[in-house]
């Protein structure tokens, strides 16, 4: 197991950096009521006063559920400000306006709220000379399960080199609620997602791979597929240089 005070501290320095060098004077960062963010906002608090995390319900009946409860139970134990913006309108006007010129696929509209979600929190980032924070693991990076220019765009992220399994590790010796440690990791993108079903491994077959163990091949294929397919993600797009 890593050593999580001294992780602790190591993070907590880093972020102080970044907003030194910035001239920034706080933080916002998506809160979810998820493994991530909590372990982002924690983290974030430690560094500085001025965090806001920002709740952003979007159609999905959960984020009004378990998932705004654990947000806000993050929020009062670490005493950090919350302010709600739903997008839920916004969305179905925007599905509505773009359903004229053609059919949203599945994927497309399970987009749609990452996209909006940032583009709130950089509005309100902007508007309080704040940074926004990112919240996305090692694990899921490798997969490329995040949203391109939604969930994947951020000023500095604190966690991006830890596994699942070591974001869980570093949230119970922080002594995160555990309603966030025990329930099924989802995005919250529509009803009854979950990050392993959607993706068909599990995040302890994912870890075990970046550590270099041997896995199920079938989950191995999976694994690299989505890696290969994803790089594309993790690099500025191509730009003509004549």
Not at 89 to 103: A, L
Not at 198 to 204: C, I, L, P
């Amino acid at each position: 197991m890593r050593n999580y005070e001294e992780e602790t501290q190591k993070r907590v320095a880093f972020i102080r950096r970044i907003l030194d060098e910035s001239g920034a004077e706080g933080i916002v960062y998506g809160n979810s009521g998820g493994k991530d963010c909590t372990l982002v906002s924690i983290l974030c608090k430690m560094a500085c006063d001025r965090v806001t995390g920002v709740i952003m319900p979007c159609q999905s009946g959960v984020n009004y559920g378990q998932d705004t409860e654990d947000a806000l139970k993050v929020a009062k134990q670490y005493d950090i400000e919350t302010v709600t913006v739903d997008l839920s309108e916004v969305k179905k006007t925007m599905t509505e306006e773009i359903s004229k010129v053609c059919q949203i696929s599945h994927a497309a509209s399970a987009n749609i709220a990452p996209r909006l979600r940032m583009s709130t929190l950089y509005t309100i980032a902007q508007s309080k000379n704040a940074l926004v924070a990112g919240t996305g693991n090692r694990s899921e990076r490798y997969m490329g399960y995040f949203t391109k220019w939604g969930d994947g765009a951020f000023d500095f992220n604190p966690i991006a080199d830890l596994t699942v399994t070591e974001v869980y590790e570093f949230l119970r010796y922080l002594n995160a609620p555990a309603s966030i440690i025990e329930k099924a990791p989802s995005a919250g993108l529509f009803e009854g997602q979950t990050d392993e079903k959607e993706m068909g491994v599990t995040y302890a077959q994912i870890d075990a791979h970046l550590n270099g163990e041997e896995i199920d091949a079938a989950a191995e294929e999976r694994i690299n597929r989505y890696h290969r397919r994803s790089a594309h993600k993790l690099a500025l797009p191509p730009i003509y240089e004549g």
